[in-house]
T-cell receptor
Framework: EAGVAQSPRYKIIEKRQSVAFWCNPI?????LYWYQQILGQGPKLLIQ????????DSQLPKDRFSAERLKGVDSTLKIQPAKLEDSAVYLC???????????FGPGTRLTVL | DQQVKQNSPSLSVQEGRISILNCDYT??????FLWYKKYPAEGPTFLIS?????DKNEDGRFTVFLNKSAKHLSLHIVPSQPGDSAVYFC?????????????FGKGTKLSVKP
């Protein structure tokens, strides 16, 4: 069974530029999560989808971050404009349903200069 | 306000001995606890979990203990192997009445010396 796929793996941008990350969850998984992991911290949830609907985006900085999962499968997370403090690893995870084990992708390491 | 705390940033253990990783939480509404293992440049991998109605769950060399009154859980690895060297994250969730999102600790880096 294929795992969670993410791209790109690494991205370096200047502050105020925009960037987008892509995630393809495990086939059949209804729930998709985006986490931000800053160096030395544990992952922090940004947004959670159930199929193509948002379940929780309370910690998403909505003035600069946006995410969508239009067809209930893959998802994109966008940052516009990026700030220095956005430098982190962005992890995508998926689960069969809410409350099921979450499986993580390899993450995208973002460096904002 | 950190709801899940892993107070030891690192732990070094000799191969074959027991590794004990600790985790404390503050929110009594958490009803499910998980441990994830993370190797460099990879995403976290699910290791073992425990429901709040239990006080112990075992899976091979890995055992998780939950002390609800102390709001404390621990992961025991016996015997420890060099391949266990990784960062271990404790996570908690409120599956009973919430969206199921995980609250993670900061992680403990385990080094198992041959």
């Amino acid at each position: 069974e294929a795992g969670v796929a993410q791209s790109p793996r690494y991205k370096i941008i200047e502050k105020r530029q925009s960037v987008a990350f892509w995630c393809n969850p495990i086939s059949g998984h209804a729930t998709l999560y985006w986490y931000q992991q800053i160096l030395g911290q544990g992952p922090k949830l940004l947004i959670q989808f159930q199929n193509n609907g948002v379940v929780d985006d309370s910690q998403l900085p909505k003035d600069r971050f946006s995410a969508e999962r239009l067809k209930g499968v893959d998802s994109t997370l966008k940052i516009q404009p990026a700030k220095l403090e956005d430098s982190a690893v962005y992890l995508c995870a998926s689960s069969l349903d809410i409350g099921s084990t979450q499986y993580f992708g390899p993450g995208t390491r973002l460096t904002v200069l | 306000d950190q709801q899940v705390k892993q107070n030891s940033p690192s732990l070094s253990v000799q191969e074959g001995r027991i590794s004990i990783l600790n985790c404390d939480y503050t929110n009594s509404m958490f009803d499910y606890f998980l441990w994830y293992k993370k190797y460099p440049a990879e995403g976290p991998t699910f290791l073992i979990s425990i429901s709040s109605i239990k006080d112990k769950n075992e899976d091979g060399r890995f055992t998780v203990f939950l002390n609800k009154s102390a709001k404390h859980l621990s992961l025991h690895i016996v015997p420890s192997q060099p391949g266990d060297s990784a960062v271990y994250f404790c996570a908690a969730a409120r599956y009973g009445g919430s969206q199921g999102n995980l609250i993670f600790g900061k992680g403990t880096k385990l080094s198992v010396k041959p």
